[in-house]
């Protein structure tokens, strides 16, 4: 019994460790900066990703973003259809549709909303 009670416990802690992903950036903070004034941004996604999955969560967002979807690299750039922060917050919820719960730049590694506030917020120039 005892041993059930443990089996069961890690595997409900594998499978929520399972849903959430780290996905990272090949651009450094200042190049990040820069391509938000467009705001178009991108995204490496961990081996194992697959076009499908990322198609079926981009497809609720069409009427936002656009993307491409590189499979060799595993790389995703999203570009607004109209920038505003509104959209952004929905590119956000983008990576939260795909389980990414942290996003890495450089050395350092960001949860969603921190990464927002530090890239993806509009700022006045």
Same mark, same amino acid.
């Given at each position: ?42 995204? !490496? ?23 491409? %979807? ?5 790389? !995703?750039?999203? %570009?607004?259809? !109209? ?20 996003? !890495?730049?450089?050395?350092?590694? %960001? ?15």
């Amino acid at each position: 019994m005892r041993n059930i009670f443990l089996l069961s416990i890690m595997t409900f802690g594998l499978l929520s460790y399972a849903q959430h992903i780290t996905v990272s950036s090949k651009l450094n903070a200042a190049e990040i900066n820069q391509e938000a004034k467009t705001g178009h941004f991108q995204w !490496v996604f961990p081996e194992g990703t697959t076009l499908e999955s990322i198609q079926n969560t981009a497809k609720y967002y069409t009427t936002s973003f656009t993307y491409t %979807y590189d499979i060799n690299t595993q790389r !995703v750039d999203v %570009y607004p259809v !109209v920038d505003s922060e509104e959209v952004r917050r929905i590119m956000l919820r983008f990576l939260g549709a795909n389980q990414v719960n942290k996003i !890495v730049v450089g050395e350092e590694s %960001y949860e969603l909303y921190s990464y927002f506030e530090k890239f993806m917020k509009i700022k006045e120039e």
